[in-house]
Structures are given as structure tokens and as C-alpha cells.
């Protein structure tokens, strides 16, 4: 079986994270409204408690004094919508199931559904946001099939490396790849003058050029600075999958420019990965593995964001055991699905 390119690693690494991730978060959260659920099904037993505290925390919660029929005496805090109705001094019925030693108190208003609620809305918010990185991929995946499939046209490729200038977002990757794609006809990327336009039609000027963003592969690094003959398949201005000359078809990230690519520094010099390795001389033939794994990075955000997951649990969800492991299972899953997403290169 042959072992899959970096690309497909990639892609499988990020679509597996974001599916595998959004599950455990939506298992736990649902897991839990599930079980909230039916211990208020079972409390069929009311007490009239009194509000000793209102305006808890951000979300305004209220604290209250209620006794069972046994004779105990609880204190429990209660989330609610209606604030104003249930201030300090007024009275809060609670239900409670009777044949608990230790009775949970439920607001038996049916209206106050608060608690319940922080359980299930965020794993509904989370679906939103992490379900369409999943498509993501698979529409990725699907636009390579199509376009490899269009009618191929021979061009030379020029590798660049393009650095972003502008990273708004510190866990994307700000290195990325890109081609320079020319006719096969034509002298070279520098320097080269538009195509000549139509009679009495300027703006319809062919560009010379074309930049094509793709997913990094190995087999970029044995192309040097010179033009490579590459076959493209693109339509227009839409993302082209550009075939080398020993068949590896390069992922394409975006549309096919006319124009450079904004606010991305392209670096004009040979593309070589300088690594101290290479101030030795190695054996015909000897396999050069990187220094660490391409995952690498991936790793150390997912841990990054397991980190700041667990601070948010008790910063913004009350240091609940359910909000502390909500938020550890969603943040770094949103943040290594970015990551992935954004191309990462070794």
C-alpha cells in the first residue's frame, strides 16, 4: 500500500482532529445536559427556599436557602434568566428528587431552563464553528479532484516562498509556497513584459504570469531557482493543480492570481531548507530525514491550547469540572484545525 503524500497527511491530521475533537466535546457537554435532564425528571418533590444572594458572577446567578422534607438545610446557587424577578429576600421554589440521600435542588420554575441550557447551547455553538472546518476539507479534497481532471497545458513553475507580512492570526503558519507559472514559450519569471492585448481592448491584457499558492511537498525542494516544466490544469481564475514532471500533483490553497499576491513577501532566491545537517557531506543516495516530525508544531499547539482551555474553563465557565473539560477539549481543537488548515510546512 502506498504511504500517503504530505498533503493527504495533512489533510487526514485536520480533518481527523476537527471530527475527533468536536465529538469528545459535544459527548461531554451532551453527556451531561443528558444526565442534568433526567435528574430533574426525577425531582417531583418542592420546597419554598429564600434568596440569600443575587448578582453572582457575570451571568448574575442567585444563592439559595431551602430545606427538604427530611430537615435538612441546603445552600445552592442557581442559574436563572429572570433577574429581576428573583432578587434577594424573595422567595425561589426548588424541586428535588425525595429518594435522594443527598437531594440536588432544580428550579422548579419549568421556565428556567439556565443550567441546562450552558450545557447543550455550547455545543451547539461549538458545531458551528467546528463542523465547517471539517467541510472545509472535504471541499478542499473535492476541488482538487475536479480540477485535476480539466484539460492540462504544459508551463514552467518557479518555487517561491512567501512569508506573510500582515499575520493576524498567531497560529497560523506565516510561511507558505507558492508557484510563478509561465507559458512554456516564455523567457523566464523576471522581467517579463504582458502578453500583448487585443486591438481596441487594453484591460484585456493576458498577464505574463500567474501565482498559484500550494500545500508544500518534498518534491518542491529539488526544484531550484530555475523555471521547472510542470503541466497545469486551472480554468480561468479558479485554484489549478499544477503536475510535476515525475507526476506529483501539488494541492492548490486559493485562486489562481494574474496579479502577486498582496501583503506576502515572495523570496527570490533558491528554495533550500537550510539545515546544519548539510554542512556534511552524506553518502550517494543516503535519505535525509528531517529534524523532527512535521506534526511537531501541531503538537505543541494542541498542548497550548489544552493550557489555555483549562484557564478559560475557570476564568469564564465558574471552574465547573464540566466547563474546565469543555473548554480544554474545544480550544485545542479549534486551534490545531487552524493550524492544519493553514498549510503547515516542516
Known amino acids: 500500500m502506498r504511504r500517503p503524500g504530505p498533503a493527504l497527511r495533512v489533510a487526514l491530521l485536520g480533518f481527523t482532529v476537527t471530527v475527533v475533537g468536536y465529538v469528545l466535546f459535544a459527548g461531554w457537554l451532551g453527556g451531561h445536559a443528558f444526565a442534568y435532564a433526567h435528574a430533574r425528571d426525577r425531582a417531583t418533590a418542592k420546597a419554598d427556599g429564600l434568596i440569600v444572594e443575587d448578582g453572582i458572577g457575570d451571568d448574575e446567578d442567585i444563592r439559595v436557602r431551602w430545606t427538604d422534607a427530611d430537615g435538612h438545610t441546603h445552600v445552592q446557587r442557581f442559574g436563572i434568566y429572570d433577574t429581576d424577578r428573583y432578587t ?20 422548579a420554575d419549568p421556565d428556567e431552563t439556565a443550567a441546562e441550557d450552558d450545557r447543550w447551547v455550547p455545543a451547539v455553538l461549538g458545531g458551528a464553528v467546528l463542523v465547517p472546518l471539517g467541510v472545509i476539507w472535504l471541499w478542499r479534497g473535492l476541488r482538487f479532484r475536479l480540477a485535476a481532471r480539466r484539460p492540462g497545458r504544459p508551463m514552467t513553475a518557479t518555487v517561491r516562498r512567501g512569508e506573510r ?8 503558519n506565516s510561511n507558505s509556497t507558492w508557484l510563478v507559472l509561465s507559458a512554456a514559450d516564455s523567457p523566464g519569471p523576471a522581467d517579463r513584459p504582458e502578453q500583448a ?28 531557482d530555475a523555471p521547472a516544466p510542470v503541466t497545469v490544469h486551472a480554468r480561468g481564475s479558479r485554484p489549478a493543480v499544477v503536475r510535476l514532471s515525475d507526476g506529483t500533483r501539488l494541492v492548490p490553497l486559493g485562486q489562481l492570481h494574474r496579479e502577486p499576491p498582496k501583503n506576502v513577501f515572495l523570496d527570490d532566491h533558491e528554495v533550500d531548507r537550510l539545515d546544519l545537517r548539510d554542512a556534511f557531506v552524506r553518502p550517494a543516495g543516503a535519505e535525509l530525514r528531517p529534524a523532527r516530525a512535521w506534526w511537531w508544531p501541531g503538537a505543541g499547539i494542541a498542548a497550548l491550547g489544552t493550557v489555555l482551555g483549562v484557564f478559560g474553563g475557570f476564568l469564564m465557565g465558574g471552574g465547573t469540572l464540566v466547563a474546565v473539560v469543555g473548554f480544554a477539549l474545544f480550544v485545542p481543537t479549534l486551534l490545531t484545525s487552524v493550524w492544519a488548515l493553514s498549510a503547515p510546512q516542516p
Not at 429576600?89 to 432544580?106: L, M, N, S, T, W
Open 197 to 224: 492585448a487585443k486591438p481596441g481592448h487594453p484591460e484585456h491584457a493576458e498577464p505574463a504570469e500567474r501565482w498559484q499558492r500550494v500545500m508544500w511537498h518534498p518534491a518542491l525542494d529539488e526544484l531550484r
Open 88 to 107: 434577594e429576600g424573595r422567595h425561589f421554589e426548588v424541586a428535588y428528587d425525595p429518594a435522594a440521600a443527598d437531594p440536588q435542588g432544580f428550579p
Open 165 to 172: 507580512l500582515n499575520l493576524r492570526n498567531a497560529f497560523q
